[in-house]
């Protein structure tokens, strides 16, 4: 069973920056995705950024310009630079990995909470 380790979540200042992390234990054919979804409490999970294996990405419109998802085929991780935080940037943020056109994908983390402060 693929696992994926996140790492990376806290507490930081509005107008700071996180670099969230998350390595998959094995990559399977239906895995050309890696990304990250988030949710905040009362709201419904929402994606936030994934690339595919070849580096092509798709951003949230809400974090386009302030967020920069990369990843290391070779060690089966993805991260997430975040930059320029807002308060409504708070929640559960997770890693989800599976195929390009139909996401979400099949292989989920657990969760890594960020949590932005005025």
């Known amino acids: 069973q693929v696992q994926l380790v996140e790492s990376g979540g806290g507490l930081v200042q509005a107008g700071g920056s996180l670099r969230l992390s998350c390595a998959a234990t094995?990559?399977?054919?239906?895995?050309?995705?890696m990304g990250w979804y988030r949710q905040a409490p009362g709201k419904q999970r929402e994606l936030v950024a994934r690339?595919?294996?070849?580096?092509?990405?798709n951003y949230a419109d809400s974090v386009k310009g302030r967020f920069t998802i990369s990843r290391d085929n070779a060690k089966i991780t993805v991260y997430l630079q975040m930059n320029s935080l807002k308060l409504e940037d708070t929640a559960i943020y997770y890693c989800?990995?599976?195929?390009?056109?139909?996401?979400?994908?099949?292989?989920w983390g657990q969760g890594t909470q960020v949590t932005v402060s005025s």
């Open positions: 989800n990995a599976g195929s390009w056109y139909s996401e979400p994908g099949d292989y």
């Open positions: 094995e990559s399977r054919y239906n895995m050309n995705y």
């Open positions: 690339i595919h294996r070849s580096g092509t990405t």
